[in-house]
């Protein structure tokens, strides 16, 4: 198998697993995905998925991965709240997603990639981000961010929870929209929920 026409169909995938090589090259070999991978021309994501080595030294690179590697799935949770400035950022990220498929976590040499489930029904409140390289990813708005959070965590709205997960009053009493906050909460139909959003909230937020 020739790397160099495999790489000129799979390259614009970002990462792209066994299906899509058998897509775009059918004749593939597998021992030679094996030995480019030792070579480093490509770097195994996890099992049965991959990415050109060169890809991960674009800016922003392990997001793409983020979504590819389980479909679907946005970034929420502690990644996005820091994203946006609602938590303190981590010196160790993690990329935390939200997906209708399986929870999982995954390690590799971008980073630890964990992902949580919900139903499908709960699968809203995130929208797509442009690259400078034409790329894009989808996160979560702060508004479901919170909420993912606060229903996979049920800690975090604890008074030890609320410690610990450090939200930025400035955020909260002056970004945060509370109209559809409260518009995406209408979509669980949990008291237990809403009893902890607005546990949350009543320190932050009048009324």
């Avoid at 790397?3 to 070999?29: A, H, N």
């Avoid at 996890?46 to 590819?68: H, K, M, N, W």
């Avoid at 950022?89 to 990639?113: C, F, H, R, W």
């Avoid at 009053?169 to 906050?181: G, S, V």
Wanted: aromatic share 14%; net charge positive; proline share 6%.
């Amino acid at each position: 198998m020739n790397y160099l026409f495999f790489r000129t169909k799979l390259l614009p995938l970002g990462c792209f697993s066994i299906e899509q090589i058998s897509e775009f090259v059918p004749d593939y070999d597998r021992n030679s995905i094996t030995r480019w991978v030792k070579k480093g021309y490509l770097m195994k994501l996890r099992r049965g998925q991959y990415a050109f080595r060169e890809s991960t030294q674009e800016p922003d690179f392990a997001l793409i991965v983020a979504g590819q590697m389980v479909s679907p799935s946005y970034l929420s949770l502690q990644y996005a709240l820091a994203h946006y400035g609602m938590i303190p950022k981590q010196d160790d990220i993690q990329y935390t997603s939200v997906t209708t498929q399986k929870p999982a976590v995954y390690e590799n040499a971008l980073g630890v990639y964990s992902y949580r489930s919900i139903a499908p029904h709960l699968y809203f409140g995130y929208q797509p981000y442009a690259l400078p390289n034409g790329r894009t990813f989808m996160l979560a708005t702060p508004e479901k961010a919170l909420l993912d959070t606060l229903y996979l965590h049920p800690d975090f709205a604890t008074e030890d929870g609320k410690r610990e997960l450090q939200l930025n009053a400035e955020f909260m009493t002056t970004q945060l929209n509370e109209n559809r906050l409260y518009e995406y909460l209408a979509n669980w139909k949990s008291p237990a929920l809403s009893t902890r959003v607005r546990t949350l909230l009543k320190q932050y937020i009048k009324g």
